[in-house]
């Protein structure tokens, strides 16, 4: 699995309360993304990462914030839950040399908001 | 806005059979189209890409074909088994070997292979 684990795998929590993904890496690559998975939308970024304290937006980031204060963890919260925000989170890992390289997907965080 | 189409949604071919996904795109910026391949609970993990410069890739049983004039590309499965029966994305991304490689996905197709 390239070196990602993400945690929690699962949870259910309730609208309103603040949530925190964690992907952490072991491969020391420079650049990290957040997706969110939906039937129908197939995967879309949320935040992405080009270095240690370096983040960007991506499509959907609304209602999303991340950190990256050391090269092997990536966070995302959810400050306040909701509903629509149920979904299967996938952190990606890639390397910034040589050339240009693929990304690589850790198994994914479903997280419930009820 | 989707700017990746992906077709068909489902797909449910014989062992052995030849399983055709589709996929269109609208920005003429993209340079890099990489199929993804996710089986349950799993990530996706990358299973083929190509750039536009060439119409056709090869890896193993999976193939790519690629029509830059039409915007299109799509992934041929050959001889298809079983253990091919996964959900496959495409998706695209522009600013090949820059800084940010963002990648646009189409919206997946659940392969069933028969045995």
């Known amino acids: 699995d390239a070196g990602i684990t993400q945690s929690p795998r699962h949870k259910v929590t309730e609208t309103g309360t603040p949530v925190t993904l964690r992907c952490h890496q072991t491969e020391n690559h420079r650049y990290m993304y957040w997706y969110r998975q939906d039937p129908g939308h197939g995967l879309r970024l949320i935040h992405y990462?080009?270095?240690?304290?370096?983040?960007d937006k991506g499509e959907v980031s609304d209602g999303y914030s991340v950190s990256r204060s050391k090269t092997e963890d990536f966070l995302l919260t959810l400050e306040s839950a909701t509903s629509s925000q149920t979904s299967v989170y996938f952190c990606?890992?890639?390397?910034?040399?040589?050339?240009?390289?693929?990304?690589?997907f850790g198994d994914g965080t479903r997280l419930s908001i009820l | 806005q989707q700017q990746v189409k992906q077709s068909p949604q489902s797909l449910i071919v014989q062992k052995g059979g030849i399983p055709i996904i589709n996929c269109a795109y609208e920005?003429?910026?993209?340079?890099?189209f990489p199929w993804y391949q996710q089986f349950p609970g799993k990530g996706p993990a990358l299973l083929i890409a190509?750039?536009?410069?060439?119409s056709e890739k090869k890896e193993g049983r999976f193939t790519i074909s690629f029509n830059k004039s039409a915007k299109q590309f799509s992934l041929h499965i050959m001889d298809s088994q079983p253990g091919d029966s996964a959900t496959y994305f495409c998706?695209?991304?522009?600013?090949?070997?820059?800084?940010?490689?963002?990648?646009?996905f189409g919206t997946g197709t659940l392969l069933a292979v028969q045995p």
């Open positions: 920005n003429t910026a993209f340079d890099y």
């Open positions: 990462s080009y270095g240690v304290k370096d983040t």
């Open positions: 998706a695209a991304s522009r600013n090949y070997g820059g800084a940010t490689n963002k990648l646009i």
């Open positions: 190509i750039r536009p410069d060439v």
């Open positions: 990606a890992i890639r390397a910034g040399t040589p050339g240009n390289q693929p990304q690589h």
